[in-house]
């Protein structure tokens, strides 16, 4: 297959050289995706788009995602007494786009907004980060690691659009009744000793940290019970909460709003769903099979959304809802845009597309289905109680 080899090299000496010669599955899936010279977010090989790419996200079809987006940002600084500067920190902003869509329409319908905003982009590939620069070399971005920015230093919204899917993740299996990890070594059986690209194989061993099982009690999933099969397998995020918890500590009033696809812990590991949510993504083609492509290819794995609002809670973060995409932001105005489609004067072709565009947005099976996690820290009685707009539906 389409590997890397310097980057399956890398890997390789990373196993032989660890004890027990076998590293844990997200270890492996870190390098593959973040390798500093290598991985998938560190070279040239990330491609997002239609055209070419390996997967699309919502900005890539339209602008009104982030437009939308931008109406509850606003609403969000008035609810705070418009402070200035009102601090937008996007982590993991692709190709820029939702950046540029956000900042366009808040200088042209909010001028006031604009200037008292300060937006800030934490992005860990460089080869993304140069390309945001370039798009949005006409507006006042920052750009900076999470770690740099200070604690409580941050009044405004951290936010993310399928940032978290791409954490690494740990991969466990229930064997005769028993949690145990999956871990990742090198096919000691390989007949082509000097193969381009070495072969990867899973093995099996005791929990590599006691973090998994207290993971799953935070979630209250409990794998003794009779309902789940013996070689079920699945994905834990300790990933996730690590970054939750800087980016609490970062915080000092406002919102955190976290869009991605996945599900409450009860859907999540519901014994139905046998092999866990491990995704790849190969030029707009989807598989299970994380150990080809090395290099070339996005990993995924659905988020656990109940992990992200307890371990929150934890950090003084208070849930002020969940809610699925679609109604998200039919209620920030997406309903509005599309019945206004029919009074536009333009070519059948475009309205077709626009209108197309705006209803993947909304798919239940698709984009719309994706989950809207919003969190906040700091905010007194008075400002909590205003419902922010994208969690009102209509009645």
């Known amino acids: 297959m389409n590997s890397n080899p310097a980057l399956c090299a890398a890997i390789a000496y990373h196993i032989t050289t660890a004890p027990q010669q076998r590293i844990t599955f997200a270890q492996f899936m870190d390098m593959v995706l973040y390798h500093p010279e290598h991985g998938y977010y560190s070279s040239d090989a990330v491609k997002i788009g239609f055209q070419g790419g390996d997967f699309f996200t919502s900005p890539n079809l339209c602008a009104d995602f982030g437009e939308l987006l931008a109406e509850q940002f606003f609403q969000m600084w008035?609810?705070?007494?418009?402070?200035?500067?009102?601090?937008?920190?996007e982590m993991g902003a692709g190709q820029?786009?939702?950046?540029?869509?956000i900042l366009k329409y808040h200088q042209l319908r909010y001028p006031d907004f604009f200037t008292a905003l300060e937006y800030i982009i934490v992005e860990k590939s460089p080869t993304l980060r140069q390309e945001q620069q370039q798009r949005l070399q006409d507006f006042p971005v920052r750009w900076c690691n999470l770690e740099e920015i200070p604690p409580n230093a941050i009044t405004g919204c951290f936010f993310s659009n399928e940032l978290v899917d791409a954490f690494p993740v740990h991969q466990f299996i229930l064997e005769t009744g028993k949690l145990r990890e999956i871990y990742v070594t090198t096919d000691r059986n390989e007949k082509e000793t000097n193969a381009p690209c070495a072969s990867f194989v899973e093995v099996t061993g005791e929990?590599?940290?006691?973090?998994?099982?207290?993971y799953l009690d935070l979630v209250g999933i409990d794998?003794?019970?009779?309902?789940?099969?013996?070689?079920?397998?699945?994905?834990?995020?300790?990933?996730?909460?690590?970054?939750?918890?800087?980016?609490?500590?970062?915080?000092?009033?406002?919102?955190?709003?976290?869009?991605?696809?996945?599900?409450?812990?009860?859907?999540?590991?519901?014994?139905?769903?046998?092999?866990?949510?491990?995704?790849?993504?190969?030029?707009?083609?989807?598989?299970?099979?994380?150990?080809?492509?090395?290099?070339?290819?996005?990993?995924t794995a659905h988020i656990n959304f109940t992990a992200l609002e307890r371990w929150g809670e934890k950090y003084n973060l208070k849930n002020i809802g969940f809610i699925q995409q679609g109604l998200f932001l039919m209620a920030l105005g997406l309903g509005d845009r599309i019945a206004a489609l029919s009074n536009q004067q333009q070519p059948l072709s475009q309205l077709l597309q626009r209108r197309d565009s705006l209803h993947q947005l909304i798919d239940p099976t698709g984009l719309g289905g994706f989950g809207v996690l919003i969190q906040s820290k700091g905010l007194d009685k008075t400002e909590i109680s205003q419902p922010l707009k994208g969690l009102t539906l209509p009645e």
């Open 78 to 89: 008035e609810i705070l007494g418009k402070p200035v500067p009102f601090s937008l920190v």
């Open 223 to 299: 794998f003794t019970q009779n309902a789940y099969p013996d070689g079920y397998r699945s994905e834990i995020n300790l990933a996730a909460l690590d970054w939750l918890s800087i980016v609490a500590d970062r915080l000092q009033r406002g919102y955190v709003l976290t869009i991605d696809y996945g599900y409450p812990a009860s859907r999540y590991y519901n014994p139905r769903r046998s092999q866990g949510t491990l995704q790849c993504y190969y030029h707009h083609r989807f598989h299970d099979n994380p150990y080809i492509n090395i290099g070339r290819q996005d990993i």
């Open 207 to 214: 929990l590599s940290t006691p973090q998994l099982a207290e």
């Open 96 to 101: 820029g786009l939702l950046a540029l869509h």
